[in-house]
């Protein structure tokens, strides 16, 4: 027959970090010794009493169905643990779980946005943000903000962004790709311009909360003045090494969570009964883990910044939260290997996977050329071979 694909998904991207993995994957199994530095995965297993959660689970039978939301038990724990670790106080009838927070934050935006609605998205940004918005045939209105900035927007930005069309306000704090964290005063200088726009949509992911290195964390859904226009996306995958078990959630104004509660209902329904016992555990069980975690990743990220730092044609920040370091590489575009010339940061990135076997992911993906993005949740031993390869896969340009 007739191939035909719809209109909406060839106007798709294909997820880069995804792709560059798929890629290193397909080198690996030719045998080539390929460090992957493009997934956002932290490499730690998930621990003990969250699994033996999950064995208890199926040992308890439950094997069947889930209330689309997710458990009543599991909306209960997570909204006890935005009460108490980020004086957000939400009914768990406001919670909805869903496969993943990627999938949560896709739900909302379908839930929420119309053909021609405004989305302000500060760049560089997560790969399926802008994505998610064509899906939802919204207009992406990109703010962006270079390592001068340690990647934030400022208030002016934002305020001279909006328009009459705009719906909703995505703003991730820790950052993927940069790591950036907005300070409390930061966020409160961004709500004082939300304030005056009652008619905005407040997205705040914060997967990546527990990962930070001594800067404060406020969640956008603790400021009273737009608490109750405030989207938070969060789930298990980054702070307990959960990320196959596919369990995120939004927690949204009550209409809201009724819509993507219907919205779900039709395409996925709940998730799985045995993760959602396990996420349960995670919350309601001892955090020690999640601070174990933390430091490691504190410790990686000092020092990765210190090797990336010495590596000419790099230009490094650090990074107060997340896992990933993003390196301006502008001084390297139109230098040459051999007859071929680096024009782009993606010919960057494909010459590091291809001359240092080191996997790193384009910043054209992030809405942020001229960068890439280099993930540090691997071992210390691979962060040092993956610089030391870099550094002299970049030596041999001219």
Not at 225 to 235: C, F, K, L, S, Y
Not at 246 to 271: D, F
Not at 366 to 377: K, N, Q, T, V
Request: glycine residues 6%.
């Amino acid at each position: 027959m007739e191939q035909h694909i719809s209109d909406r998904v060839q106007s798709l991207a294909a997820s880069a970090t995804l792709a560059m993995s798929q890629k290193s994957a397909e080198l690996k199994a030719q045998g080539v010794d390929v460090i992957n530095l493009s997934v956002g995965e932290p490499d730690f297993p998930t621990p003990a009493h969250i699994k033996e959660a999950a064995k208890k689970a199926i040992d308890d039978n439950f094997t069947f169905y889930t209330p689309v939301p997710g458990y009543m038990s599991l909306r209960k724990a997570i909204a006890e643990k935005l009460l108490k670790e980020n004086n957000v106080s939400v009914a768990p009838e406001q919670i909805v779980v869903g496969n993943g927070a990627k999938q949560a934050l896709c739900n909302v935006i379908l839930a929420a946005i119309n053909p021609g609605d405004e989305v302000i998205i500060p760049t560089p940004a997560w790969v399926s943000y802008v994505e998610m918005v064509k899906l939802a045939e919204g207009k992406v209105v990109e703010l962006p903000a270079g390592i001068e900035n340690d990647f934030k927007i400022t208030p002016g930005q934002l305020e001279g962004a909006i328009t009459p069309n705009t719906r909703m306000v995505l703003l991730c704090t820790p950052s993927n790709p940069t790591g950036a964290v907005y300070t409390p005063e930061e966020l409160q200088a961004l709500v004082n311009v939300l304030a005056r726009h009652p008619q905005i949509l407040v997205m705040a992911d914060e997967i990546y909360e527990h990962i930070n290195y001594g800067a404060p964390i406020r969640s956008l859904g603790s400021f009273p003045e737009i608490a109750d226009r405030v989207v938070i996306i969060n789930g298990v995958s980054k702070a307990y090494a959960m990320t196959g078990w596919r369990v995120g959630y939004c927690a949204a104004p009550l209409w809201l969570a009724k819509a993507v509660n219907k919205l779900q209902g039709q395409y996925t329904s709940g998730c799985s009964s045995i993760a959602q016992k396990a996420a349960e555990a995670a919350y309601t069980g001892s955090q020690e883990c999640v601070e174990e975690m933390r430091r490691a990743f504190e410790r990686r990220r000092d020092l990765v910044v210190e090797l990336a730092s010495k590596i000419p044609g790099l230009k490094v920040n650090k990074p107060t939260g997340a896992f990933y370091l993003f390196p301006e590489v502008s001084a390297l575009l139109g230098k040459k290997f051999g007859d071929k010339v680096i024009a782009t940061s993606g010919d960057l990135a494909l010459y590091l996977l291809e001359q240092a076997h080191v996997a790193t992911v384009d910043g054209a993906a992030f809405c942020a050329p001229g960068y890439i993005r280099l993930s540090y949740a691997t071992s210390d031993e691979n962060i040092c071979r993956a610089m030391e390869r870099i550094g002299a896969a970049l030596a041999k340009l001219s």
